[in-house]
Nanobody, 115 residues
């Protein structure tokens, strides 16, 4: 079983930055496309960014130009650099495959953008 652990969230002011990390227990990033998701209270989980084994990246319109997804296959780690954060970015962020079937979901990491 693959285990995913997210970290790096926190409280930040609007316009601030955070760097999220996703650590995997297996070498999966070179095999499968992966993505970052977020879920706010009362809303469904949404895909915000994804990266293919070949390095192609895709972003949702609401984060394009502000977020950057990357990975380090040797360390089985994926990142999400979040710049110019907005209050609407407030959510719990998760990593997983960019499409089903999904690995077991981790606990996620909370991102709160507020002044």
């Amino acid at each position: 079983q693959v285990q995913l652990v997210e970290s790096g969230g926190g409280l930040v002011q609007p316009g601030g930055s955070l760097r999220l990390s996703c650590a995997a227990s297996g070498s999966i990033f070179s095999i499968y496309a992966m993505g970052w998701y977020r879920q706010a209270p009362g809303k469904q989980r949404e895909l915000v960014a994804q990266i293919t084994p070949g390095g192609r990246t895709t972003y949702s319109d609401f984060v394009k130009g502000r977020f950057t997804i990357s990975r380090d296959n040797a360390k089985n780690t994926m990142f999400l650099q979040m710049n110019n954060l907005k209050p609407e970015d407030t959510a719990r962020y998760y990593c997983n495959a960019d499409r089903g079937p999904y690995y077991r979901w981790g606990q996620g990491t909370q991102v709160t953008v507020s002044s």
